[in-house]
C-alpha cells in the first residue's frame, strides 16, 4: 500500500470524528460523483423524500479542487477547521478521485452540471462555493448556470475562463508551453515542478513521497484529463462577461496567495476590478503562492473564516 493510500485511511478516520464521511452519488447511469459530505446524508435510503429530510441544518460550503490532487486532499486543514459550523461538501471532479463518467462531455460546465446534480441529490438547496483555480473556473460556471444553488462564492487563485491571452501570460510565467506538459506530467520530476510552481518556498519531500503522488495523482486518467485541459482555453473573442447575481449582492469575495505566480495579482485585481466591476472584495494571503490553502492553511482559514462569518452571519 502507498504511502499516500496509507495517509488517505488516516485522514477518513480523522474525518469521521468530525462527521464527514465519504460516499458515491449516482447522478445518471454511467456518472458516478465521489463526495465527502456529512455523516447524515449517508444514510442509506430508497426515497427521495428520507434523503432529504437527512439533510444537515448548518449552511452548507462546498470545495472545489484545484487540477491535481482530489477534493479531500487539497481541502483536509480546510475540512477540520470548518466541519463544527458548517455542513461541508467535497466533491472529486470528473476523472479524479472516484469521480467518473461514460459520457464525452469534458467542458467545466459539464462539471458544473455534474456537481450541482450531485449536491441537490444530497439534499443541499443553497450553498457557499470555495474554489481553487481549476475548481474556481468550475465553481465560475455554477454560479452562473445555476444562481438558485449557489448562494455565494469564495475564489481562490482562478479566473472566470482561461482565455487564450490568459493563458499565454500565465505559461510564460512559469515557463511552460502548454497546460498538458505542465500538469499532466509524465515523469516524477514532473510532479516536483508543479509543486515548485504552485509554492511561495521550496518543499522538501523525499523522492518515494513524490513517487507516490505521481502514480496515485497524476498517473492515472491521463488521456481523460488532457480532454479537460483542452476543453477549458476558450478563444479571446468567444468570452463574454456574465453578470452574476451573487456578485450584485456582493456575496463574492476573492482570497489570493499574494506570490501566485500562475494567476498572480495582476490578474487577481483585473478580475476584481474589470470583471466583476470592483464589488468583490479581494483578501490575500502573505508568502503563499498558488496552493495557498495547503502551503499556508491556518492563515488560509483565518481569512475564510471571516469570509463565511460575512457571508453567514454568527
Known amino acids: 500500500m502507498s504511502s499516500i493510500a496509507i495517509y488517505t485511511s488516516f485522514l477518513r478516520a480523522i474525518l469521521g470524528l468530525v462527521g464527514v464521511r465519504p460516499q458515491s452519488v449516482e447522478i ?5 460523483v465521489h463526495i465527502w459530505a456529512p455523516s447524515e446524508t449517508a444514510k442509506k435510503t430508497t426515497n427521495n423524500l428520507k434523503q432529504a429530510e437527512n439533510k444537515p441544518s448548518k449552511p ?6 484545484g487540477f491535481g490532487f482530489n477534493g479531500i486532499l487539497s481541502w483536509q486543514f480546510q475540512v477540520l477547521a470548518l466541519a463544527k459550523e458548517y455542513s461541508v461538501y467535497v466533491p472529486d471532479f470528473l476523472f479524479f478521485g472516484g469521480s467518473i463518467t461514460d459520457r464525452t462531455e469534458r467542458s467545466p460546465a459539464f462539471q458544473a452540471e455534474c456537481m450541482a446534480k450531485c449536491l441537490r441529490k444530497l439534499g443541499v438547496e443553497k450553498c457557499t ?12 460556471k455554477m ?49 516536483k515542478k508543479i509543486v515548485d510552481v504552485s509554492t511561495y518556498k521550496s518543499l522538501w519531500m523525499p523522492h518515494f513521497l513524490y513517487k507516490d503522488v505521481f502514480e496515485t495523482a497524476y498517473n492515472i486518467n491521463r488521456k ?32 489570493w496567495g499574494e506570490e501566485d505566480i500562475i494567476f498572480n495579482m495582476e490578474v487577481a485585481r483585473n478580475l476584481q476590478e474589470k470583471l ?21 492553511p491556518f492563515a488560509y482559514n483565518r481569512q475564510l473564516k471571516k469570509i463565511l462569518v460575512s457571508l453567514h452571519g454568527e
Request: aromatic share 8%.
Open 60 to 65: 452548507a460550503v462546498v470545495f472545489l479542487h
Open 276 to 296: 466583476l466591476a470592483g464589488k468583490a472584495p479581494l483578501h490575500y494571503i502573505e508568502k503563499a503562492g498558488h496552493a495557498v490553502p495547503l502551503e499556508r
Open 129 to 140: 462555493l470555495v474554489g481553487l483555480s481549476y475548481g474556481g473556473m468550475v465553481g465560475f
Open 143 to 191: 454560479a452562473e448556470m445555476f444562481p438558485d444553488l449557489v448562494d455565494s462564492f469564495v475564489v481562490s487563485c482562478s479566473v472566470m475562463a482561461l482565455t487564450e491571452s490568459i493563458s499565454r501570460a500565465s505559461l510564460e510565467r512559469i515557463g511552460f508551453p502548454s497546460w498538458v506538459k505542465h500538469l499532466v506530467p509524465d515523469t516524477v520530476e514532473g510532479v
Open 28 to 32: 445518471e447511469p454511467g456518472t458516478i
Open 224 to 255: 481523460e484529463r488532457v480532454e479537460l485541459l483542452d476543453a477549458l482555453i476558450v478563444k479571446d473573442e468567444d468570452f463574454s462577461l456574465t453578470s452574476y447575481p451573487q456578485n450584485t449582492a456582493k456575496r463574492i469575495h476573492l482570497l
